[in-house]
């Protein structure tokens, strides 16, 4: 295959390259100016004087939230609340992905089951009956109740089931004359093939658990079982205070809503803003590359 080397073809890679670090440092921008805010003075970040740089610089706002014990046990409660619901709903997505893929004369009832699945995005029970039902099952106040009522996300599972049934055939074929079962084929060739697919639909999950506030506030009686993003929406959103000692008043009053609140963002967004460099890589890897026998 012979590509042009014109003249438009170099204005057109020129500009297309514009065009994407242009777009690059429009997206990077606003998160250079919350964390310039949240790392600005009080004086400084209700004034308007800050843009791309740190005016008057402090870290008073990230020491409001890092020096509080509960903070520490909120983080933890979310880490642990990633770690468990990541693991659960990967493994329960790759097992319902897995037959929903199959040809309708190797699942017969392949069509009915992929609409009960679609149905659950269309309708909801709503918010009473679902707290009523986690309430049935004895999980409020637990870490279950942030990781299993959304165990199974379908849109991950359409997403998966998809790329499954763009994988060759012949790949399962062999497997099978060569004596595997389903449950062999399934984690010894469709897993690792399907890398960029997992590492797509975990980087979903992943942000999904990291940034929910709403469950956490509904189904959790006491503060101390919050997750991060429930905690801080308490203090700082809901403004209640009745969970702040007096030296925390003190240091509250001291700072700008404000800056608290880009500290707060920041601090949301830095895990994954770290964990995305090593999921990118997945995103643009071959998926099928020589795994068809002859």
Not at 63 to 77: D, G, S
Not at 181 to 194: A, E, F, K, M, N
Not at 280 to 286: A, D, E, S, V
Request: charge should be positive; include cysteine.
């Amino acid at each position: 295959m012979v590509q042009r080397t014109g003249a438009g073809r170099t204005l057109f890679i020129a500009f297309n390259y514009t065009f994407l670090i242009a777009l690059a440092v429009l997206c990077l921008l606003p998160l250079v100016h919350v964390l310039a805010v949240s790392f600005s003075s009080s004086a400084a970040a209700m004034g308007g004087m800050v843009k791309l740089w740190p005016v008057q610089f402090t870290t008073s706002a990230y020491e409001f939230a890092l020096q509080k014990p509960e903070f520490l046990t909120a983080l933890f409660v979310t880490v642990k609340r990633v770690f468990l619901g990541t693991a659960i709903s990967m493994f329960l997505t790759v097992l319902s992905a897995y037959p929903l893929a199959k040809e309708k004369t190797k699942f017969r009832w392949r069509t009915v089951y992929a609409w009960l699945f679609v149905l659950t995005m269309l309708f909801h029970g709503g918010l009473i009956p679902w707290y009523m039902t986690i309430k049935s099952l004895g999980m409020l106040n637990s870490i279950w109740a942030l990781v299993l009522p959304g165990a199974v996300p379908v849109f991950n599972v359409i997403l998966l089931l998809n790329f499954y049934r763009g994988l060759p055939k012949e790949l399962e074929e062999s497997a099978f004359m060569d004596g595997a079962g389903h449950w062999t084929t399934l984690w010894r060739i469709y897993v690792p093939l399907s890398t960029p697919a997992l590492a797509t639909i975990g980087l979903f999950t992943i942000v999904g658990h990291w940034n929910s506030w709403f469950d956490g506030l509904i189904l959790m009686n006491s503060p101390e079982h919050y997750p991060l993003q429930s905690y801080l929406r308490t203090i700082i959103v809901g403004q209640d205070l009745t969970m702040l000692t007096s030296t925390d008043l003190s240091l509250l009053n001291e700072l700008s809503e404000r800056t608290v609140k880009t500290s707060q963002i920041f601090l949301g967004a830095l895990p994954i803003i770290l964990v995305y460099p090593f999921l990118q890589r997945f995103f643009i890897k071959g998926i099928v590359m020589g795994s068809v026998k002859g």
